[in-house]
Every structure is written in structure tokens, then in C-alpha cells.
């Protein structure tokens, strides 16, 4: 830590001092003005900055006196309570009277105001019909939406002239799919049969004219119209009529339909031989499949079996192994006890002969 105003650093010989005042550290030589310092009421020791402030206030007029005593203090604003609350009740109680009879005022101007000025349902329904030119019976009446067609008699019949022929038109390009693609079919029927016919150009002719017909301009009458929708209707009545004789003679062809019938047998029996020999087959695979079933799992508990036999062979064989092997080292070592003695008796036969001789 240093000095405020010195920037001395604080150690032994510089100690730290605060200033009452203001409450930063100094060292004792900025601390050297003695002046009278208002928050202890003594003159203490301050720095600079604060000595020259506290000098300002005291050259400055005084205007406020010493506070006075507590005691004084609460005797002086109970009675200054004690007085207000008694003028206050003088004037609130004329003051009230007053604010009581403005708001009545205000409220009964308010509701008369409200009353001129909202409007009535009849007065808005009248306002509306003469906005729009309309009879007030509309607005009254219960909502209905209401349309009015303002086209003339002769724009309604070219209309529906209009709609017949685009109806016309729809029908006769329908027909015309139609007979393409039985066309179409009656071709590919006669090149797998090897059969040729002349095909008929008629028909298609007549529907074309028949559509020009229609894409024609007609009078307001609607004669024409009708006209086309007539030739539209015979051509397809007479179509009907011919596919009805087409059925008639396939039904009453009886060669054809027994053909037709053996067809169908002859198909369904060979479907069921194929599902027969079908099953056949599956069931032989079946057999086979558990037959070589049985034999692999005969064939695994056999050589189960031999390796058990095996095993049994091995072990017997280092038993029998073991056990003429200790056999034999027994014999050895009988035979080389025996072999021992009977040195020991030679030599001991040596020395009685020697001892004999001597």
C-alpha cells in the first residue's frame, strides 16, 4: 500500500494513517491540516482535498441552526398532527360533499349521452338497404344467400347448347377409345388365329362426322344439336345390338364351347398332376432326407464306440505296461541279491581254503 497523495510506500519508518473525513490512507506528513470535521463534531487531522472542502462550508452562510433536542421534536409534530387532521376533516367533509355531487352529474350526462348515441338494429338495417339500394325486407328477413341469373333467354339456350355439345363430344371420343381398342384386339385375335378380314372404316368415319357435326355452329333453336345427339344415340344402340349377336352366336356355337370346356379341364387336370407329383417329390426328399439322417447318426455312435474302445485298449495296455515293468525290475533285483550272496560265499570258501592250507 502507498500514500494518496505522495505515493509513499507504508513500512516502519512511513506509517499508515486514515483520514476521518474521508477514510483513504495517508502518511503522517499529508495528514497535517487540523480542521473541525462535522460527522465527529472535533477537530481532527485530514488531508488536503478535505480541509479545503470543509473550509468551503464554512465560509458559506449558515442557515441551519443546531438540532433541537428529541423530546421537543415529537411534542412539536404531534401537535402539528393534531392540527392537519382537524382542518383536513373541515375540508374533506366540504370537499367530499362537492366530489360526490360531480360525479352524480357526470354519470347522469354519461347516460343520456350513451342513450342518443347508440344506434337501434332498425336504424342500421335502414342505413344499410339505403347504402346498397336494397329493401330494407332484405336485411329483416332471415340470411339466405340469394342469386340472381341476369343472362337473357337466348344466352341461357346457347349455354346449354354449349354443354350439350361439349357432352356430345366427350361421349364420341369415349366411343372412339372404345372402338380402337376392341379393334386392336379383334387384329391380334386374328393374326394368332391366321385369319384375315378387311377392317371396317365406317364407323370411325361417321363418328368423325359426327363430331364435325357437333364442332359446327348451330342456330339458337337447337335443332342440329338434337340431330347429333339422335345419329350418337342410333350408333350406339346398334353397336350394343351387334356385341349382344357376337355373344349369342359364341353361345350358340356349341363346338367352340366344348373346345373351350376341355381347354379348361385339360388345364386343371394338369395342374393338379403337377401339385400331385409335386407332393410326390417332396415327399420322397423327406424320406431320403431322414433316411440319411439315421445313417449319419448310426455312423457318429460307432466311431463314438470305437474311440471309446480305443481308449479303454490304451489305458489297459500302460496298465499291463506298468506292471511288467515293475515285475521285471523286481526280478532284476532278486537277481542281483542272489547274484551278491553267492559272491559272498565264494569268497568266504576262499578263505577257509586258505586258512586250511596255511
Known amino acids: 500500500m502507498s500514500c494518496n497523495t505522495c505515493n509513499k510506500q507504508f513500512g516502519l519508518f512511513t506509517k499508515e494513517y486514515g483520514c476521518p473525513n474521508c477514510g483513504f490512507c495517508f502518511c503522517g506528513k499529508c495528514l497535517k491540516w487540523s480542521v473541525f470535521v462535522p460527522k465527529l463534531a472535533k477537530t481532527k487531522k485530514v488531508c488536503t482535498s478535505c480541509y479545503e472542502a470543509l473550509n468551503n462550508l464554512s465560509k458559506k452562510p449558515v442557515t441551519s441552526h ?157 335443332e342440329t344439336a338434337d340431330a347429333d345427339v339422335d345419329d350418337v344415340a342410333r350408333l350406339i344402340e346398334g353397336e350394343m345390338k351387334a356385341a349382344k349377336r357376337e355373344l349369342e352366336n359364341l353361345k350358340k356355337d356349341k363346338q367352340l364351347m366344348a373346345e373351350l370346356k376341355k381347354l379348361d379341364f385339360r388345364e386343371k387336370g394338369e395342374n393338379r398332376i403337377e401339385g400331385e407329383g409335386k407332393r410326390d417329390e417332396d415327399i420322397e426328399e423327406n424320406e431320403a432326407n431322414a433316411v440319411l439322417v439315421q445313417v449319419l447318426d448310426k455312423a457318429k455312435l460307432e466311431d463314438e464306440e470305437m474311440e471309446g474302445e480305443v481308449e479303454k ?27 551278491g550272496t553267492a559272491t559272498g560265499n565264494t569268497m568266504k570258501v576262499k578263505t577257509t581254503e586258505q586258512v586250511i592250507s596255511q
Not at 362537492?98 to 352529474?105: S, T
Not at 342500421?124 to 325486407?137: P, Q, T
Not at 490304451?314 to 541279491?337: D, E, F, K, P
Open 66 to 222: 443546531a438540532p433541537a433536542p428529541e423530546a421537543l421534536q415529537k411534542r412539536m409534530n404531534a401537535l402539528a398532527s393534531k392540527g392537519s387532521t382537524a382542518s383536513s376533516s373541515e375540508t374533506t367533509g366540504t370537499s367530499n360533499g362537492q366530489q360526490v355531487e360531480e360525479i352524480e352529474r357526470r354519470l347522469q350526462l354519461l347516460r343520456q349521452d350513451t342513450k342518443e348515441l347508440i344506434p337501434v338494429e332498425a336504424d342500421i338495417e335502414d342505413r344499410l338497404a339505403k347504402l346498397k339500394g336494397v329493401d330494407v325486407s332484405v336485411y329483416r328477413k332471415a340470411p339466405i344467400t340469394v342469386y340472381k341469373d341476369k343472362r337473357s333467354v337466348a344466352e341461357k339456350a346457347s349455354d346449354l347448347i354449349k354443354q350439350a355439345q361439349s357432352e356430345v363430344q366427350l361421349d364420341a371420343r369415349r366411343e372412339e377409345s372404345i372402338k380402337k381398342g376392341t379393334q386392336e384386339i379383334e387384329q391380334r385375335l386374328n393374326t394368332l388365329r391366321g385369319v384375315q378380314q378387311p377392317q371396317d372404316k365406317k364407323p370411325v368415319t361417321e363418328s368423325k362426322d359426327s363430331i364435325k357435326g357437333l364442332a359446327e355452329p348451330q342456330c339458337e333453336d337447337g
Open 313 to 339: 485298449d490304451r489305458r489297459n495296455y500302460h496298465g499291463v505296461s506298468s506292471a511288467m515293468l515293475m515285475q521285471l525290475y523286481a526280478v532284476t533285483i532278486a537277481l542281483i541279491s542272489t547274484a
